[in-house]
T-cell receptor, first 111, second 113 residues
Framework: QKEVEQDPGPLSVPEGAIVSLNCTYS??????FMWYRQYSRKGPELLMY????GNKEDGRFTAQVDKSSKYISLFIRDSQPSDSATYLC???????????FGQGTILTVHP | GAGVSQSPSNKVTEKGKDVELRCDPI?????LYWYRQSLGQGLEFLIY????????KSGLPSDRFSAERTGGSVSTLTIQRTQQEDSAVYLC???????????FGPGTRLLVL
């Protein structure tokens, strides 16, 4: 079993839709949680970073963490074609930033 | 400002050859990480540098893989006697250390024929 499980999709939605992306993790030692966005042939870029259970909002993006269920989510409101990318969840539990990534979900938002 | 840069962007090599991949981190970033992204896979941690030392090499897949960092800056990942299963995108990231945000380079796409 992988330490972080993420449905690879692909996921295709119309412009304006609400997108829900999810990951589960197996090790309760993970203490911080991130979502990265990766455009084709580019490196990942950080979208959201949280330490605690609950919700964190940034513009159209909301990250949700439920440590009791070991479940993390990313919601994208009013999705745009420019949101089309691969979304990677990542978890960490060390003091020096070693990250364990999910497989990534390929998202396409069509006009 | 300048981000993390990696070279070469693409590398095609023959099975059995050695390759060197280079990473130039953001100036002033003390922490440097190498990850590997295989087709359809998430990023896989390879090695972590703090300054010039590597406290965590646990992700290196075999003794054919090695990495060094000099002057607290540039890092080189070397793969000896490449195999077809080494084909992947090799990504480098740097940060100010600790739990600070990691900034990724564009990666080196390695194809072993």
């Amino acid at each position: 079993q992988k330490e972080v499980e993420q449905d690879p999709g692909p996921l295709s939605v119309p412009e304006g839709a609400i997108v829900s992306l999810n990951c589960t993790y197996s090790n309760s030692a993970f203490q911080y949680f991130m979502w990265y966005r990766q455009y084709s042939r580019k490196g990942p870029e950080l979208l959201m970073y949280t330490y605690s259970s609950g919700n964190k909002e940034d513009g159209r993006f909301t990250a949700q963490v439920d440590k009791s269920s070991k479940y993390i989510s990313l919601f994208i409101r009013d999705s745009q074609p420019s949101d089309s990318a691969t979304y990677l969840c990542a978890v960490g539990g060390t003091s020096y930033g070693k990250l364990t990534f999910g497989q990534g979900t390929i998202l396409t938002v069509h006009p | 400002g300048a981000g993390v840069s990696q070279s070469p962007s693409n590398k095609v090599t023959e099975k059995g050859k050695d390759v060197e991949l280079r990473c130039d981190p953001i100036s002033g970033h003390t922490a440097l990480y190498w990850y590997r992204q295989s087709l359809g896979q998430g990023l896989e941690f390879l090695i972590y540098f703090q300054g010039n030392s590597a406290p965590d090499k646990s992700g290196l897949p075999s003794d054919r893989f090695s990495a060094e960092r000099t002057g607290g800056s540039v890092s080189t990942l070397t793969i000896q006697r490449t195999q077809q299963e080494d084909s992947a995108v090799y990504l480098c990231a740097s940060s100010r250390g600790g739990l600070e945000t990691q900034y990724f380079g564009p990666g080196t796409r390695l194809l072993v024929l």
